[in-house]
């Protein structure tokens, strides 16, 4: 299970915290905030692109691949018809086979925050006191 707390106290200033973990969240300037840190889009997208990296690194390790060092980019974007999507691309620091390329961009699709995206998610909210 994962547990982060979001502390807002200045407009779209956010201190976020997991356990030990801290890092800062705002809006970019041309959205009002002072681009102090990452985007609420921003940190979802680094969700999918740690999550993926993870799994590529883990998947080559069972399968003694040596795959140097990987860059997962991932970017969300509107089409012409305004529809949203998110491209991820992958590259890697050692050259691979073709199989192996093709073996990665599997694994990519089945990471748990990419199959969390495609399925969607209810959230429940409420008011404590």
Request: glycine share 8%.
């Amino acid at each position: 299970m994962a547990y982060v707390t979001v502390i807002n106290e200045h407009q779209h200033l956010q201190q976020v915290v997991s356990g030990h973990h801290h890092l800062t969240a705002d809006e970019a300037v041309a959205a009002g905030g002072s681009d102090a840190g990452f985007a609420p889009r921003e940190l979802l997208l680094a969700s999918l692109g740690t999550c993926t990296a993870v799994a590529l690194r883990k998947h080559a390790a069972q399968n003694d691949w040596t795959l140097g060092k990987i860059t997962v980019g991932v970017r969300w974007s509107r089409d012409a018809e305004g529809r949203e999507h998110i491209e991820r691309r992958l590259s890697f620091g050692k050259p691979l086979t073709a199989a192996q390329k093709a073996r990665l961009l599997e694994v990519a699709e089945m990471t748990p925050v990419s199959a969390l995206l495609r399925a969607g998610i209810r959230i429940q909210s409420s008011v404590v006191d």
